[in-house]
């Protein structure tokens, strides 16, 4: 990748995968399925060692399995968390709350049908 004019950083203190906001399904099944790979959050700023996710359908909390990921693969901190006896579905908007870290993250995802 060539950056030009520029410095290569975007100016956020986090990315995730799913991005916030609206994406379709059949981008997270590109590749694999988001539910086996995990979704993702990472940071160059944020410390997500010891973080707590929280991931909330229609006011019901989802179980997930949160792992820390090596540093530097990507970004200094990041973390992988998967869905524990539910799947991602078009039509759901899903609320991620990160606790237990110098920054609360929280951001929504809202999952569309592309066919």
Do not use: E
């Not at 990315?15 to 990472?42: E, F, H, K, Y």
């Not at 229609?58 to 998967?82: C, E, H, K, M, P």
């Amino acid at each position: 990748m060539w950056t030009l004019n520029g410095t290569g950083r975007a100016g956020k203190t986090w990315t995730a995968w799913p991005a916030p906001g609206a994406i379709p399904l059949q981008a997270l099944r590109s590749g694999g399925n988001v539910d086996s790979t995990g979704w993702s959050v990472q940071s160059d700023s944020i410390n997500l060692a010891g973080a707590q996710v929280t991931v909330t359908v229609d006011g019901a909390a989802q179980a997930v399995t949160v792992t820390q990921l090596d540093a530097n693969y990507g970004s200094r901190y990041a973390i992988r968390f998967n869905p524990m006896g539910w799947a991602t579905a078009a039509g759901k908007t899903y609320q991620v709350a990160i606790a237990n870290i110098p920054t609360a993250i929280n951001y929504t995802v809202q999952i569309v049908d592309c066919p």
